[in-house]
């Protein structure tokens, strides 16, 4: 049974960063793709970052390039995303998300998802 856990949300203040892990159980990450996606209340779910499974190749959205970085470790099987500089705008539940048909690019129709973490930027 593959499993998603992520953990690292909180409450930070504008200008903070936090640290996400997504620990993947039950399927192995080595190849595959693998993403980051929010909803903010309110909102649509949408895509933040994806790692790709063939090159290792990132994708950031618009919105958090230059603040966020991504990042794998197969022998952990384990995603990261480290947000810096955040602001009250990515205030939302993030979620990871994998799919053993995804080795490029990743998309909000991947089967497995983790039950998310919430992340609240707020002075």
């Known amino acids: 049974q593959v499993q998603l856990v992520e953990s690292g949300g909180g409450l930070v203040q504008p200008g903070g960063s936090l640290r996400l892990s997504c620990a993947v159980s039950?399927?192995?990450?080595?190849?595959?793709?693998i993403g980051w996606f929010r909803q903010a209340p309110g909102k649509e779910r949408e895509g933040v970052s994806c790692?790709?499974?063939?090159?290792?190749?990132?994708y950031y959205a618009d919105s958090v390039k230059g603040r966020f970085t991504i990042s794998r470790d197969n022998a952990k099987n384990t995603v990261y995303l480290q947000m810096n500089s955040l602001k009250p705008e990515d205030t939302a539940v993030y979620y990871c998300?994998?799919?053993?048909?995804?080795?490029?690019?990743?998309?909000?129709?991947?089967?497995?998802w983790g039950k998310g973490t919430l992340v609240t930027v707020s002075p």
């Open positions: 790692i790709s499974g063939s090159s290792g190749s990132t």
């Open positions: 039950g399927f192995s990450l080595d190849g595959y793709s």
């Open positions: 998300a994998t799919d053993p048909t995804y080795r490029y690019l990743c998309s909000l129709r991947m089967d497995y």
